[in-house]
C-alpha cells in the first residue's frame, strides 16, 4: 500500500475526490486507482475561517508502487504495511471457567477475548442491562429518583456509555485497531476507524453494548447482571471463590476484576480484606457550559454549518497544579452522574450527531495524594464523597446541582439565574456561589486559569458560561497494585481497567483488559 498524507480539501467537498486527488499526486491516471482506505481525518483551523479537512489515505495502485513513488516525486508518500493485532485463540481447558466482573469496556473485551478464545467466561455485572439501565436513568434525570443499583456508572457497558462516547486516546497500542473494528462490526459508524476524534454517541453506544454482549453468550459465555461481588475468597494467598450479592458462594479459580471507578464499596471491602492498593492521582473540578455556537465561531472563525460541531482541549499550568478540559462534549449535555444516595455528581454526555445547543466539557484541577485530607489509601474517595454531599446541600438536597455564571464566579457573588447560556443539568439546578461548595484548592486553582484559557479559547471565561459541579468521577482515586503478569497480591485476580487504576477512557479500559485477558490466558499455559 501507498500511504499519502495530508491531503487538504474544503469542508464543502465530498469524498469521492479522494481517488482523483490521490492520482493527481502520485502523478498517475485515476484507472491505476484500485482501491482507496481513509486512514485518519481532521480538521485544520489554523487559517481561520479558511477551514480544511485533512486526510491521510492508503491506496492500492496498479503498477510497481516503488516506481511510482519514485516518479511522482512527492515528499508526503511512502509505503506502508499494516500489522494487525491477532487475539489468542484456543486457550488451554480450565477445570472452571474464568469470571469477569463488570462489564464496562475493560469487561467487555476481556470477556470477548475469553470467549473467542474458547473459554466461556461467566460475567457478573452489579448493574442491569443496558435498555433497563436507559430506563432508571432517564427516570432519574426526569424525576430526580435514584436507582443505586442501576444508573450512569453500573450497568451494562459501564460509565463511559452515558457520556460522548469518545475513543481518542493517548495510548499507542497494536490493539486499539481491533478494538475499534469491533465496535464498528457490532454497530458503530465507520467513521470512528479514521476519523482524528473518534466519537460513537450514547444513543448508539447502547446498542454497541448489547450486541457485544449477544455475542459472548454466542460464544458460550453467560452474563448476569444485578450481580455484585461482595466478597472475595482464598486459600493459601491463591483466588477461591466469588461472594455474590452477600448470599451466593461461587467457586473461581480467574478472575478479571473490572469494577468501575466508581465502584465505591467494593473498593472499600478490597481494603478492609487487605489486598494492596494506593491512594493515585486523579482530578476534581466542575462542568463547564457555553453555547455550541460561541465554540465553533471561536474555533473555525464562523458558525458554519458544513462543518462538525467544534470541540477542544485547553490546558494551563499553574504553579502547583494544571487545569484542563476533559471529557469535552460538542452539541451536548451535562448529566446527574450520581450512584450514591445523598450525593451529586455531574458528567457530560452527548448523542451521535451531536445536535443539542450546547457545548460542555469537564473544567479539572490536576490532585496528588499529598493534597487530599489524609494518607489513608482511600482518602481520595472519601474526599470526592465529601464534595458530592456538600453538593447535594447545595442543590436543595434532591439531586439538583449546584450551579454559578462564571462571570460570578470570578467576581466571587452568588448567581441568581441564567444568562444566556440555558443549563442542560437534569433535574435542574441551584444558583449559588461554588466558593460554598467545592474546596479552595480547587476554586482558587480554576479563578486562576479561566482568564487564561480564554485566551486560548475566545468567550471560555465569557460572564453567561455556566459552571456546574461537581465533576469528580474523571478516573479511579485507587491503584489496586499488580504485578508483571496483571495479577495482584491474591494469585489468579487481575485488576483490570479504570476501577485498578490502569486505564483513563473508554479505549485505554478496552486495551487493559484486554491485556488481562491475555495474562489470564498465559497464566493458564504456567499453569500445565
Known amino acids: 500500500m501507498i500511504r499519502i498524507r495530508e491531503i487538504a480539501l474544503p469542508p464543502e467537498h465530498s469524498e469521492h475526490q479522494l481517488p482523483f486527488e490521490a492520482a493527481r499526486l502520485l502523478k498517475i491516471q485515476n484507472s491505476k486507482i484500485l482501491k482507496l482506505t481513509i486512514v485518519r481525518r481532521s480538521i485544520d483551523a489554523r487559517k481561520k475561517p479558511d477551514v480544511k ?7 492500492a495502485v496498479s503498477g510497481n508502487e516503488k516506481r511510482i513513488l519514485k516518479q511522482s516525486g512527492f515528499k508526503r508518500a511512502s509505503l506502508v504495511e499494516n500489522t494487525y493485532y491477532k487475539p489468542p485463540k484456543n486457550a488451554p481447558a480450565m477445570a472452571d471457567r474464568p469470571v469477569v466482573v ?9 470477556a470477548l ?7 466461556a467466561p461467566l460475567v457478573l455485572e452489579r448493574g442491569e442491562d443496558a435498555q433497563a439501565r436507559h430506563d432508571k436513568v432517564e427516570r432519574f434525570f426526569a424525576t430526580g429518583q435514584l436507582d443505586t443499583k442501576s444508573n450512569v456508572q453500573f450497568g451494562e457497558g459501564g460509565a463511559g456509555t452515558f457520556s460522548d462516547g469518545k475513543l481518542n486516546t493517548g495510548v499507542n497500542n497494536p490493539r486499539i485497531h481491533w478494538v475499534l473494528d469491533q465496535l464498528v462490526r457490532f454497530g458503530a459508524g465507520e467513521d470512528i476507524l479514521y476519523d482524528a476524534k ?3 454517541g450514547t ?15 454466542e460464544l458460550g459465555g453467560e452474563v448476569r447482571f444485578l450481580s455484585q461481588v461482595t466478597a472475595i475468597r482464598q486459600e493459601n494467598g491463591r483466588l477461591t471463590g466469588l461472594q455474590i450479592n452477600g448470599t451466593e458462594e461461587l467457586a473461581c479459580s480467574k478472575c478479571i476484576f473490572a469494577i468501575g471507578h466508581s465502584a465505591r464499596d467494593t473498593f472499600q471491602m478490597l481494603y478492609d ?6 491512594a493515585k492521582p486523579f482530578a476534581m473540578g466542575v462542568r463547564i457550559e457555553h453555547s455550541q455556537a460561541l465554540v465553533n465561531t471561536a474555533q473555525y472563525g464562523s458558525d458554519n454549518p458544513i462543518l462538525p460541531p467544534a470541540d477542544y482541549k485547553l490546558v494551563k499550568h499553574l504553579e502547583n497544579e494544571t487545569v484542563y478540559t476533559f471529557c469535552m462534549c460538542p452539541g451536548g449535555y451535562v448529566v446527574a452522574a450520581a450512584s ?16 443539542g445547543d450546547n457545548a460542555n466539557a469537564a473544567l479539572l484541577v490536576s490532585l496528588n495524594p499529598k493534597d487530599f485530607p489524609s494518607e489513608h489509601p482511600l482518602a481520595g474517595m472519601y474526599w470526592q464523597r465529601e464534595i458530592e454531599e456538600a453538593a447535594f446541600r447545595a442543590g436543595g438536597s434532591n439531586y439538583r446541582a449546584p450551579a454559578q455564571l462564571v462571570g460570578d464566579f470570578l467576581a466571587g457573588r452568588a448567581s441568581s439565574g441564567p444568562g444566556s447560556v440555558e443549563p442542560t443539568y437534569r433535574p435542574g439546578v441551584t444558583w449559588c456561589d461554588l466558593h460554598d461548595v467545592l474546596p479552595e484548592k480547587i476554586t482558587t486553582a480554576l479563578k486562576t486559569a479561566l482568564p487564561a484559557l480564554d485566551v486560548s479559547l475566545a468567550g471560555f471565561a465569557g460572564h453567561d458560561a455556566v459552571l456546574t459541579a461537581p465533576e469528580t468521577r474523571s478516573s479511579s482515586p485507587v491503584k489496586i497494585l499488580r504485578d508483571e503478569n496483571k495479577t495482584c497480591a491474591i494469585a489468579g485476580l487481575f485488576p483490570a481497567g479504570e476501577g485498578a487504576g490502569y486505564a483513563g477512557g473508554i479505549m485505554s479500559a478496552a486495551v487493559d483488559g484486554i491485556v488481562c485477558a491475555e495474562a489470564l490466558i498465559n497464566s493458564l499455559e504456567a499453569d500445565k
Open 113 to 119: 477475548i475469553l470467549a473467542q478464545a474458547g473459554l
Open 198 to 200: 473518534p466519537h460513537v
Open 340 to 355: 450514591e444516595e445523598g450525593r451529586v455528581v455531574t458528567n457530560g454526555m452527548s448523542y451521535c450527531d451531536r445536535s
Open 102 to 110: 463488570g462489564f464496562g469496556p475493560a469487561g467487555i473485551f476481556a
Open 53 to 59: 479537512i485533512v486526510y491521510t489515505v492508503d491506496v
Open 203 to 217: 444513543d448508539v453506544l447502547l446498542d454497541v453494548v448489547q450486541n457485544l454482549r449477544k455475542k459472548v453468550i
Open 273 to 278: 480484606m487487605g489486598l494492596p492498593m494506593e
